[in-house]
């Protein structure tokens, strides 16, 4: 298992496979052995990039800020319909710039 533990970590650090065979012809493997391992390494190296994904609690945030933030203007938009023309149209340029600056910023 150390062998294949050493094969992961060398496709983390973003080793090409003729690269790991290098490596591995080295720690004194046979060419069936390295196989297997590149084939090992390759499954459970890609299935810790499917798995690792970001968690979804702060996006989770983020959507409710969002409609928040979207339901707050629409009381601003609707004020300005009922004549309080300044603090709507302010208000409103406020909110969406806030909408905008963290929609862009990751």
Excluded: C, P
């Amino acid at each position: 298992m150390n062998k294949l533990d050493y094969s992961i970590s060398l496709r983390e650090k973003g080793f090409s496979t003729n690269e790991i065979k290098i490596k591995l012809k080295e720690q004194g493997l046979e060419d069936s052995q390295i196989q297997y391992y590149l084939k090992k390494s390759d499954d459970i190296y890609l299935n810790q990039l499917i798995h690792n994904k970001k968690s979804k609690a702060n996006d989770k945030t983020k959507k409710g800020m969002k409609i928040l933030v979207l339901m707050v203007s629409l009381v601003l938009l609707t004020s300005v319909f009922f004549g309080y023309a300044r603090i709507g149209i302010l208000g409103i340029f406020i909110f969406w710039s806030l909408i905008g600056y963290s929609s862009f910023r990751r």
